[in-house]
């Protein structure tokens, strides 16, 4: 079935750093991937969404290719606030599963001024 | 973008009654919904598919019994959590996916935080 790897939090960065964070996926057929952002106590919010090999989305200074070379959907920021940590879900969502989203284990981004 | 509202943000009961959760697209007709659970610290595990006008498609290992699901119109879908116990202390998210000629998106509620003393 389909499956999303990404990398295990936390990860701690200083105001201004780079943030990468890697999601490689499986999935039969053409999936859409997507990033979620999760503020604590809140629900998830779409960050930004590819639909297509090669689509680059982007939303508030993130961004994410997706690469079907690599089965890889990474997030990165060039830089980073302390209003971006947060927990980051990767997940992808295809017609062949009904349109079900299935998600990454998430990552935990701290940000320290 | 599409409104999904779930209600209510956080409940607490006691050990063995029941708690019914609400989602509702507010500006959208969603004839699925998906409900998911979320443990501290962990990722959201799809529980079931809410489907209107027909019974929920439960995951594997989740009771259906347990977690009574009502698709009762195209903006309503709810979740009954029975006989609720400590181990069900857990937030629980709702989302509906918005089909609009291409890829469907989803959008989320803003979640249910579920504790059961």
């Known amino acids: 079935g389909d499956s999303v790897t990404q990398m295990e939090g936390p990860v701690t960065l200083s105001e201004e750093a780079f943030l990468t964070i890697n999601c490689t996926y499986t999935?039969?057929?053409?999936?859409?991937l997507f990033w979620y952002v999760q503020y604590p106590g809140e629900g998830l919010q779409l960050l930004l969404k590819?639909?297509?090999?090669?689509d680059k989305g982007s939303n508030k200074g993130f961004e994410a290719t997706y690469r079907k070379e690599t089965t890889s959907f990474h997030l990165e920021k060039g830089s980073v606030q302390v209003s971006d940590s947060a927990v980051y879900f990767c997940?992808?969502?295809?017609?062949?599963?009904?349109?079900?989203?299935?998600f990454g284990g998430g990552t935990r981004v701290l940000v320290k001024p | 973008g599409a409104v999904v509202s779930q209600h209510p943000s956080w409940v607490i009961c006691k050990s063995g009654t029941s708690v019914k959760i609400e989602c509702r697209s507010l500006?959208?007709?969603?004839?699925?919904m998906f409900w998911y659970r979320q443990f501290p610290k962990q990722s959201l595990m799809l529980m079931a598919t809410?489907?209107?006008?027909?019974?929920?498609?439960?995951e594997q290992g989740v009771e259906k019994d347990k977690f009574l699901i009502n698709h009762a119109s195209l903006t309503l879908s709810t979740l009954t959590v029975t006989s609720a116990h400590p181990e069900d202390s857990s937030f629980y998210i709702c989302?509906?996916?918005?089909?609009?000629?291409?890829?469907?998106?989803?959008?989320f509620g803003q979640g249910t935080r579920l504790t059961v003393v």
């Open positions: 989302s509906a996916p918005v089909t609009g000629g291409g890829n469907p998106e989803a959008f």
């Open positions: 809410s489907n209107e006008g027909s019974k929920a498609t439960y």
């Open positions: 590819a639909t297509k090999a090669d």
């Open positions: 500006d959208f007709q969603a004839t699925t």
């Open positions: 999935a039969t057929g053409y999936p859409s």
């Open positions: 997940a992808l969502s295809g017609r062949a599963a009904g349109n079900k989203l299935t």
